[in-house]
């Protein structure tokens, strides 16, 4: 069974642009979660997803969004980048409703803004 | 706000030692307790604790838990060099089943031969 992939695995944008980055579940997984890594403040959760409906968002600004389509995969989008967004961005999917137990990460995507 | 504190954040030991890593946490609602092992980028399952003083084990990895002092144990024995990893605490955040997982900064492991 394939793991989650994500693409890219590595980016380097300007500040100001914008990106979106995206997530392949295990198949049959339906919930998708995105977390936020870096040195200072660790892994933050950014929001989750299941069955193409956003059920909660962490403290992040609204310049980061996301999508899930009807066949599971997901993108977020982060706006008008900071060099704050520098982080490696990862994707975890899960089999059931609930996204606090067990989950599947991908091996993220390392965003770095200049 | 729920928080998740571990300790030591970084441990150097040699190979064949056993390590204690340490998890601490604040939390309104507690559902469980989630430890994870991330080598290089992307984390993966250990275990997860609902139950106080009932160890879980898997080889020579094993965690309990302690609700009424809030905190959690991994011990892991006869270390190995590929046991060096980040390891992650993590406590389901309190607002309810979607919220997402609120996780600890990690402890790094680094086991020498």
């Known amino acids: 069974k394939a793991g989650v992939t994500q693409t890219p695995r590595y980016l380097i944008k300007t500040r100001g642009q914008q990106v979106t980055l995206s997530c392949s579940p295990i198949?049959?997984?339906?919930?998708v979660s995105w977390y936020q890594q870096t040195p200072g403040q660790g892994l933050q959760f950014l929001f989750e997803y299941f069955s193409e409906t956003q059920r909660n968002k962490g403290n992040f600004p609204g310049r980061f969004s996301g999508r899930q389509f009807s066949n599971s995969r997901s993108e977020m989008n982060v706006s008008t980048l900071e060099l704050g967004d520098s982080a490696l961005y990862l994707c975890?999917?899960?089999?059931?409703?609930?996204?606090?137990?067990?989950?599947?990460f991908g091996e993220g995507s390392r965003l770095t803004v200049l | 706000e729920d928080k998740v504190v571990q300790s030591p954040l970084s441990l150097v030991v040699h190979e064949g030692d056993t390590v204690t890593l340490n998890c601490s946490y604040e939390?309104?609602?507690?559902?469980?307790l989630l430890w994870y092992k991330q080598e290089k980028k992307a984390p993966t399952f250990l275990f997860m604790l609902t139950s106080s003083g009932i160890e879980k084990k898997s080889g020579r990895l094993s965690s309990i838990l302690d609700k009424k002092e809030l905190f959690s144990i991994l011990n892991i024995t006869a270390t190995q060099t590929g046991d060096s990893a980040v390891y992650l605490c993590?406590?389901?955040?309190?607002?309810?089943?979607?919220?997402?997982?609120?996780f600890g900064k990690g402890t790094h492991l680094i086991i020498q031969p």
């Open positions: 198949s049959g997984h339906r919930s």
């Open positions: 939390v309104t609602n507690f559902r469980s």
């Open positions: 993590a406590i389901p955040a309190s607002g309810g089943g979607a919220d997402g997982l609120t």
């Open positions: 975890a999917s899960s089999p059931g409703q609930t996204n606090t137990g067990e989950l599947f």
